[in-house]
């Protein structure tokens, strides 16, 4: 992918950060960031060449392990290793300012957003139709966490078919235009970019914000909407070349100001559905016709972290923190119809739903509790909790399996993974693919006759499995995979699989 345009980051010409704590001195270590690490990550660490680092981008990537990029630097980028140049005291000290908030936090704004805009390679040159032999709907879309890179593999054969480089540190699933061609990723520190499955080359990038949640894609095709942490708002890009349409501030009615806890496409609504993380509010983005892109306001009983739909994309089911559970949200008639009883901390935009007995129900794993939740989505009653080994964080099933499958993230069981019975609600299976080493992530086949499974490690690996025997058919070593998907299920926004 190369380097990001300098020029494009406004700040970076501005002074260092001045870090917020009052008991730590950080000027020498200051220094030595602005005299080693400015040029690639920038004087506001909002990123450059190098990815952001500022403790909203680097949330889920442990001290120990930055500690490590630090000393040794990380393969495959060109992050060099420091620990010739720096003692260990001076890199443990960097890791703490690199973890430590800015006092004045950076902004971005619509100049930035188009200043970083890039395209990638001649839109006229590319090929109409699939320059490979491999069914270009079950190609899978493997995101390699460890060494931030993406792997696409034949869902047939799976062999690797290519592997390029991310930008780092891709968060959420990948979402695909309707016909399966292009995917569009978004990665914690506010690159979107979109790639073309059929041609197997990047197209375009965009940097929309400084933290960013994820991305939908319109069912159109016409429209990309990422939602932000940093700034609070919703950028809207034209999906053909990622340019900027509009960036939407979110402001709750009652004149807050809020981060976006996700967005998503309802294929059925012609709409965009937003959570807003710091106002009790549900916005719907109208994108039929020639839309303006107007917030429809939907009051909401609590705020909305996580969520998930029902299979008709009628009701909405969300986390909500006073009910320490979730929420029904009608989106018809916009009202918040009901609670649901969920402890811990469900993961609902993990929850799957399936046909048993001919009625619709839902199953969310849980991220802080060792269970399954299984809701009854006519009545909104709970069917049954079913205890798992540890915390889960994702389940995935299809409609030709007999099982769904939910990992074990948390704890000390996380090399295990659950085959829930889909019927009887029993867990008929459990799998330990690699003894000690976290086991995570399903995504089918197209035709729901293989899965594969990701061992979330750094000498870990995807496992292929026959969905029927259970037998594993392949192993390809890989550094930390993390999600995987398969694009025609994600076309169809097939049952069983993440939306
Ligand atoms: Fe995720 C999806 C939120 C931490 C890996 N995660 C999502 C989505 C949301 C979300 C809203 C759905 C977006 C989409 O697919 O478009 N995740 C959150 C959090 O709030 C949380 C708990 C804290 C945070 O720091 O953001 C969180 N997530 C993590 C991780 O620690 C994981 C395990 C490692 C990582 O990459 O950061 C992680 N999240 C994922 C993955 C998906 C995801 C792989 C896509 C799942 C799918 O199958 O579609």
Same mark, same amino acid.
């Given at each position: 992918?190369?380097?990001k345009?300098?020029a494009a980051?406004?700040?970076?010409g501005?002074?260092?950060?001045a870090?917020a704590?009052?008991n730590?001195?950080f000027?020498a270590? *200051?220094k030595l960031? +602005?005299?080693?690490c400015?040029?690639?990550?920038?004087?506001?660490r909002?990123?450059?060449?190098?990815p952001?680092l500022?403790?909203e981008?680097?949330g889920?990537i442990k001290?120990? #392990?930055a500690?490590?990029?630090?000393?040794?630097?990380r393969?495959?980028? *060109?992050?060099? %290793?420091?620990k010739?140049?720096?003692?260990?005291?001076q890199?443990?000290s960097?890791?703490?300012?690199?973890? $430590?908030?800015i +006092?004045?936090p950076?902004?971005?704004?619509?100049?930035?957003?188009?200043?970083?805009h890039?395209m990638l390679v001649d839109?006229?040159?590319?090929?109409?139709?699939? =320059?490979?032999?491999?069914?270009?709907?079950?190609?899978f879309?493997v995101v390699?966490?460890?060494?931030?890179?993406v792997t696409?593999?034949?869902?047939?054969k799976?062999?690797?078919?290519?592997?390029?480089?991310?930008?780092?540190?891709?968060?959420g699933g /990948?979402?695909?235009?309707p016909?399966?061609?292009?995917?569009?990723?978004?990665?914690?520190d506010?690159?979107?970019t979109k790639y073309d499955?059929?041609?197997?080359t990047?197209?375009?990038?965009?940097?929309?914000?400084?933290n960013t949640?994820? =991305?939908?894609v319109s069912n159109?095709?016409?429209?990309?909407?990422?939602?932000?942490?940093l700034?609070?708002?919703?950028?809207?890009l034209?999906?053909?070349? =990622?340019?900027?349409?509009?960036?939407?501030?979110?402001?709750?009615?009652?004149? $807050?100001?809020?981060r976006?806890?996700a967005?998503?496409?309802?294929?059925?609504?012609?709409?965009?559905i937003?959570?807003?993380k710091?106002?009790? #509010?549900?916005?719907?983005?109208?994108? %039929?016709?020639t839309?303006?892109?107007? /917030?429809?306001?939907?009051?909401a *009983?609590d705020?909305?972290?996580?969520?998930?739909?029902t299979?008709d994309?009628r !009701?909405?089911?969300?986390?909500?923190?006073k009910?320490?559970?979730?929420q029904?949200?009608?989106?018809?008639?916009?009202?918040?119809i009901?609670?649901?009883?969920?402890p811990?901390m469900?993961?609902?935009?993990?929850?799957i !739903?399936?046909?048993?007995?001919?009625?619709?129900?839902?199953a969310?794993?849980?991220i802080?509790k060792?269970?399954?939740?299984?809701?009854?989505?006519?009545?909104?009653?709970?069917?049954?909790e079913?205890?798992?080994?540890?915390?889960g964080f994702?389940?995935?099933s299809?409609i030709?399996?007999?099982y769904?499958?939910?990992d074990?993230?948390?704890?000390?069981?996380?090399?295990?993974v659950?085959?829930?019975?889909k019927?009887?609600?029993?867990? %008929?299976?459990?799998?330990?693919?690699?003894p000690?080493?976290?086991?995570?992530h399903v995504?089918?086949t197209?035709?729901?006759?293989h899965l594969?499974l990701s061992v979330w490690?750094?000498?870990g %690996?995807l496992i292929?499995?026959?969905a029927k025997t259970?037998?594993?058919?392949?192993r390809?070593?890989?550094?930390k995979?993390?999600?995987?998907?398969?694009?025609g299920?994600?076309? +169809?926004f097939?049952e069983?699989t993440?939306?």
């Open positions: 992918m190369g380097l345009p300098l980051l406004t700040l970076l501005m002074a260092s950060a870090v704590t009052d730590i001195d000027s270590t *200051q960031y +602005e005299e080693h400015t040029v690639c990550h920038g004087a506001q909002i990123g450059g060449a190098g952001a500022l403790p981008s680097l889920r001290k120990p #392990e500690n490590k990029a630090i000393s040794e630097g393969p495959a980028s *060109q992050m060099a %290793a420091y010739d140049i720096l003692s260990p005291a890199i443990d960097m890791v703490e300012y690199l973890y $430590t908030p +006092e004045n950076p902004t971005w704004d619509d100049a930035d957003t188009r200043a970083s890039r839109a006229s040159t590319l090929s109409e139709t699939p =320059l490979h032999q491999a069914d270009p709907l079950n190609l879309v390699e966490a460890g060494t931030h890179h696409i593999l034949d869902g047939d799976f062999e690797p078919l290519t592997r390029f480089q991310s930008h780092f540190a891709l968060h /990948p979402k695909f235009s016909d399966g061609r292009f995917v569009y990723f978004a990665s914690r506010g690159w979107v499955l059929y041609n197997f990047m197209v375009a990038e965009t940097r929309v914000g400084l949640r994820n =991305l939908a159109d095709g016409r429209w990309v909407l990422a939602g932000n942490y700034p609070g708002n919703l950028v809207l034209n999906a053909d070349d =990622l340019t900027l349409v509009k960036s939407i501030p979110v402001i709750g009615e009652d004149g $807050t100001a809020s976006v806890s967005v998503y496409t309802a294929p059925p609504r012609d709409s965009f937003v959570a807003l710091d106002t009790k #509010e549900a916005w719907e983005l109208s994108y %039929a016709g839309p303006d892109f107007t /917030p429809r306001r939907i009051i *009983q705020f909305l972290d996580d969520f998930s739909f299979p994309y !009701y909405l089911l969300a986390t909500s923190r009910a320490h559970g979730g029904v949200i009608d989106l018809d008639t916009g009202k918040s009901t609670d649901i009883p969920l811990g469900p993961h609902l935009g993990s929850g !739903y399936w046909k048993r007995n001919g009625e619709w129900v839902f969310t794993p849980n802080s060792g269970l399954i939740s299984v809701l009854d989505l006519k009545t909104w009653k709970l069917i049954k079913i205890p798992t080994e540890g915390p994702f389940m995935r299809h030709n399996s007999k769904a499958w939910t074990v993230f948390f704890g000390s069981n996380q090399e295990a659950h085959l829930i019975d019927q009887t609600l029993e867990i %008929a299976h459990t799998l330990r693919p690699m000690g080493k976290n086991a995570a995504e089918f197209n035709d729901g006759s594969i490690d750094t000498e %690996a292929v499995y026959d259970l037998k594993e058919v392949k390809i070593p890989m550094n995979p993390s999600g995987k998907y398969n694009v299920n994600k076309i +169809e097939a069983g993440s939306h």
